[in-house]
């Protein structure tokens, strides 16, 4: 069995708008890609999310998804509230 990464592509728009987001915050941090990890002989396959840290809390970004998932995949919120998240846990 081997497993097969690619990367995948941040959309242009997300990436615009998280970048504007925190430099409005004046925050440093890196956006880091996600990967489709594919399972050979397979039709098994796992997008894994794009992945933003900040003060120690992950944000889990998928392309063409309105939410941002907090740590794991069971909390979510809007990406329109992540400005008022990012401040409260400031």
Not at 61 to 66: E, G, H, I, L, R
Not at 70 to 86: A, G, P, R, V
């Amino acid at each position: 069995m081997q497993i097969i990464k690619e990367k995948l592509e941040i959309d242009e728009t997300l990436n615009k708008r998280i970048n504007n987001l925190l430099k409005f915050l004046n925050i440093k941090s890196k956006l880091t890609n996600g990967n489709i990890i594919n399972i050979s002989k397979t039709n098994l396959a796992y997008i894994e999310p794009h992945k933003l840290i900040i003060n120690g809390t992950t944000y889990l970004f998928f392309n063409n998804c309105k939410n941002v998932y907090i740590n794991n995949l069971e909390q979510s919120i809007l990406l329109n509230e992540l400005e008022k998240h990012i401040r409260e846990i400031k």
